[in-house]
């Protein structure tokens, strides 16, 4: 499975971002898929994954009520809505996809994409 992650950008605080996630070679449609992350000097943290039903699980603490994740997978495409910034979102988001069912720990995936930079200015 190839992912190709796009979307990040540079944003001042309080501004909303959309991430894409387009997946190739191989079923999309039977995939849970993540949003990971990884800020400067820090580990990889799992933000928020979604079944390929559409059931979803996040990290509370950090994205609670402003990220949103998404799916179609006619497009075989996994969207990630990031709305009210702030500057700690600052990281390199990765897209992932894991063949099993839903969870919530970046080891526990078996495909990764490249990874899109965003930044957040206060």
């Known amino acids: 499975v190839q992912l190709q992650a796009s979307g990040g950008g540079l944003v001042q605080a309080g501004g909303s971002l959309r991430l894409s996630c387009a997946a190739s070679g191989g079923t999309f449609s039977t995939y849970a898929m993540g949003w990971l992350r990884q800020a400067p000097g820090k580990e990889r943290d799992f933000v928020v994954a979604?079944?390929?039903?559409?059931?979803?699980?996040g990290n509370a603490d950090s994205v609670k009520g402003r990220f949103t994740i998404s799916r179609d997978n006619a497009k075989n495409t996994v969207y990630l809505q990031m709305n009210s910034l702030k500057p700690d979102d600052t990281a390199v988001y990765y897209c992932?996809?894991?063949?099993?069912?839903?969870?919530?720990?970046?080891?526990?995936?078996?495909?990764w994409g490249q990874g899109t930079q965003v930044t957040v200015s206060s």
């Open positions: 992932a996809a894991r063949d099993g069912d839903l969870r919530d720990g970046a080891e526990l995936y078996h495909y």
């Open positions: 979604i079944s390929w039903s559409g059931v979803s699980i």
